[in-house]
């Protein structure tokens, strides 16, 4: 199994910068892909961007260019650099990752880190 832990959260206002991080573990040797998703209220659940082991990155239209995506291997550790935030990034953003465990795909999330934009 994979967990995982959030940190990196927080308040800023309109055009700041975060930086989130997530620290993976357990069965980390088996994670295909790692990245965010987030979710705002009253919405479903998206993606904003993750990669993969060999470094192929997924961004959603809405945060290209203002987010990057970036992978540690050795330290089992996925970030997302967020820039020029806007109030519609606000949300609950997941870390989440996609393992391979024998012949199964898995999905394994956090428990979320609030990310709160003001105008």
């Known amino acids: 199994q994979v967990q995982l832990v959030e940190s990196g959260g927080g308040l800023v206002q309109a055009g700041g910068s975060l930086r989130l991080s997530c620290a993976a573990s357990?069965?980390?040797?088996?994670?295909?892909?790692i990245g965010w998703y987030r979710q705002a209220p009253g919405k479903q659940r998206e993606l904003a961007a993750t990669?993969?082991?060999?470094?192929?990155?997924l961004y959603a239209d809405s945060v290209k260019g203002r987010f990057t995506i970036s992978r540690d291997n050795a330290e089992n550790t996925v970030y997302l650099q967020m820039n020029s935030l806007k109030p519609e990034d606000t949300a609950v953003y997941y870390c989440?990752?996609?393992?391979?465990?024998?012949?199964?795909?898995?999905?394994?999330w956090g428990q979320g880190t609030q990310v709160t934009v003001s105008a």
């Open positions: 989440y990752a996609h393992y391979i465990r024998e012949v199964s795909g898995y999905d394994s």
């Open positions: 357990g069965s980390t040797f088996s994670i295909h892909t």
């Open positions: 990669i993969s082991r060999s470094g192929n990155s």
